[in-house]
DNA sequence: CTAAGTGCAAAAACTTTGCAACACA
DNA sequence: TGTGTTGCAAAGTTTTTGCACTTAG
């Protein structure tokens, strides 16, 4: 698996490079559609950026998947399930709760959500 | 909304019963070939469960959605990604964390993974 | 009786794939 | 030049929906 730069490529990446919280295919289609990619083309660079380890893939709950740098930084995002607004984490809020499960049981996590979804405070004073 | 009782719905809810583990709605479909009950009568039916909180659902990473009973305590369940096994956590492992992400942001974790995904001892030992 | 549930088939939404044309290294 | 990449259209998966028929309460 080569890994060829391509003009596609190069737009995908750095429109990825821009986003502040993960992106969609379609999303990504569309605020490329001046550039003439195809979305077959859009989902199988971020598969060949995935298995590069580039970009990262995170399914959410309403069953389709969202990318993302794979920067250095292990990070989460809170998006709020009513206004969507997102606030980013600069931590990782589940380490502790990963090396008791380690502890205790063997397992490795190793696929945690890196979106976390709840109420921001505002929405959840509303409720 | 009402929630009668069918032939259709009791077969479900007792097939959801013997789970240790969230299900598909197909395997729901297949495990109840025999009683002749239809997919979209599947999915209706956990849709109807699911706004009456009988039972919860969960969308997988590989996008396909699962679901099980609301049972009355909260549990996790690691499944290994690579051989598929699971074990059944007894405790939440992140009520500390989303303590924390409460008090620092305001933020409400309401969603959490049921499913966690890892890998577990012998399967970590291998690679 | 009548609102809710079901079957069937069709549609929807997202993602993957086959194949021929194309472009990077 | 040759392998990886792309476009296009078609197919695959999972889930949803419309409509007429059926059933529980």
Do not use: W
């Amino acid at each position: 698996m080569e890994l060829k730069s391509t003009k596609s490529r190069n737009e995908i990446l750095s429109l990825l490079k821009k986003q502040s919280a993960p992106i969609a295919a379609s999303e990504i289609f569309k605020k490329l559609m001046s550039k003439k990619i195809t979305l077959s083309t859009v989902y199988r660079t971020l598969e060949a950026f995935s298995k590069n380890g580039v970009v990262k893939k995170e399914v959410q709950q309403n069953g389709t998947a969202v990318y993302y740098l794979a920067s250095n930084e292990h990070c989460h995002i809170l998006e709020c399930k009513n206004c969507h607004n997102t606030i980013r984490l600069k931590y990782c809020p589940y380490d502790n709760a990963n090396d008791r499960i380690k502890k205790e049981t063997n397992f490795l996590v190793d696929e945690e959500n890196v979106v976390i979804y709840g109420l921001c405070k505002n929405c959840s004073k509303k409720k």
